[in-house]
Every structure is written in structure tokens, then in C-alpha cells.
């Protein structure tokens, strides 16, 4: 079964550049959560999209911003990247609302 | 600030062993889910709990709800090496407008050892 894909996997960037995160969704789900995990920390959710809008917003740096596209794909814009960006970052999708999330392999971001 | 709290933050059995995570929130919630994370990887959905039901089962893994206590159980019986990871709960709080998204608790570090 198709699963939820990101890309990339890795990513590498010095401080004060920017970074674009891509969030694939299983296919039908129209619903895209993005989550950032530190390490040895739990996820924590960033923004959500369902249908293309914006629908709720978390703990997201204003320097962040992100949209959900015609197709459902998502993508994170990360600006003036600080160390402390560095973390795993998840997306999740979902068709509709509360329903179990599936869960993207996840972009790991390191800041220098 | 945390909505979860998840107790113990690690446990190491042996193999063959049960485990029993427990996990504890705040608010109303419209369900609860519990996930597992292996070392740096993607979180895999383990089973989702909903806030009218109180035991639930998938397999080797039982989860038990108590919306007047606010907590929530995973057991998962005779444990297998493979089951090592990290075990996080997940609430997906009512009301508001919120739209779905989840507040993780802090996860249990499970070892098993063979």
C-alpha cells in the first residue's frame, strides 16, 4: 500500500538559509499535519491543512510558513535557519479529521 | 507544555514478558492513539482508541482507556526483541478548533532483551 513520502530524507544547511520540505500524501487523504521532533523530544505539531486551507496552527515560527497544493502534496518553507531548527520533521495525513494520522518517514534537518 | 505524560519513561524486560506503558492527559479528547518509534525513524501508528470506547485489541496489544481519569494503557503481551522502541500516546483533543492534531505524550523507552 502506498505510504506517506517526504523529501528529502536528509537535509544539511547553514544558518540563515532556507529549506523546503515536501510532504506526499497517501492517496484520497486530504487532510496534511506537519510535526517537528528534537532530539529526545516528543513531536510537536506545527500546522495542519484539509482542503487546501490552512486549519490550525501550532507552535510554528513565524520565519515557517507552509501551503497544501491542488494535489494534496504539502510543503514546509523554513527561513533564516537557526541551530536550534535542527530535528526531525514529520508530516501526517489523513482523510478528513480524527482518524488515525499515517505518519511520513520524516526529513531530518541539520542546521551548521 | 506537555498534554501527556507517559510513565515509565523506560522499561526493560525480558522477551516473553508483558509490558504495560501507561499514559495520562489533560483535556477532553476525541481519541487517544498510540505510536512506536524506532531509533531516529518515522512514527508507526499502532491503534487508536476513541473517547466512548474503554479496551480495544490489535494482536499482541491492548489498549484501555479512562476518560474520568484521564489515562490510558498499552499492554503488549509475551514481548519480542523486536519490539524495542519507543512508545508514544497521542490525544487528539476535543473542542476548540482543533482539527485533529495530536499532543504527544513523552514516550516510554521499551528495551526487550532476548
Known amino acids: 500500500a502506498a505510504g506517506v513520502i517526504q523529501s528529502p530524507r536528509h537535509l544539511i544547511k547553514e544558518k540563515r538559509e532556507t529549506a523546503t520540505l515536501k510532504c506526499y500524501p497517501i492517496?484520497?487523504?486530504?487532510?496534511v499535519y506537519w510535526y517537528q521532533q528534537g532530539p529526545g523530544q516528543d513531536p510537536q505539531f506545527l500546522i495542519s491543512?484539509?482542503?487546501?486551507?490552512?486549519?490550525d496552527k501550532g507552535s510554528i515560527p513565524d520565519r515557517f510558513s507552509a501551503q497544501q497544493f491542488s494535489d494534496y502534496h504539502s510543503e514546509l518553507n523554513m527561513s533564516s535557519l537557526e541551530l536550534g531548527d535542527s530535528a526531525l520533521y514529520f508530516c501526517?495525513?489523513?482523510?478528513?479529521?480524527?482518524?488515525?494520522?499515517?505518519f511520513g518517514p520524516g526529513t531530518r534537518l541539520t542546521v551548521l | 507544555s506537555q498534554q501527556g505524560e507517559e510513565d515509565p519513561q523506560a522499561l526493560s524486560i525480558q522477551e516473553g514478558e508483558n509490558a504495560t506503558m501507561n499514559c495520562s492527559y489533560k483535556t477532553s479528547i476525541n481519541n487517544l492513539q498510540w505510536y512506536r518509534q524506532n531509533s531516529g525513524r518515522g512514527l508507526v501508528h499502532l491503534i487508536l482508541i476513541r473517547s466512548n470506547e474503554r479496551e480495544k485489541h490489535s494482536g499482541r496489544l491492548r489498549v484501555t482507556l479512562d476518560t474520568s481519569k484521564k489515562s490510558s494503557s498499552l499492554l503488549i503481551t509475551a514481548s519480542r526483541a523486536a519490539d524495542t522502541a519507543s512508545y508514544f500516546c497521542?490525544?487528539?483533543?476535543?473542542?476548540?478548533?482543533?482539527?485533529?492534531?495530536?499532543?504527544f505524550g513523552q514516550g516510554t523507552i521499551l528495551t526487550v532483551h532476548p
Open positions: 501526517a495525513t489523513t482523510l478528513g479529521s480524527y482518524n488515525e494520522q499515517f
Open positions: 491543512f484539509y482542503e487546501k486551507m490552512q486549519s
Open positions: 497521542a490525544t487528539d483533543d476535543a473542542g476548540g478548533t482543533s482539527y485533529g492534531k495530536l499532543t
Open positions: 492517496p484520497r487523504h486530504d487532510t
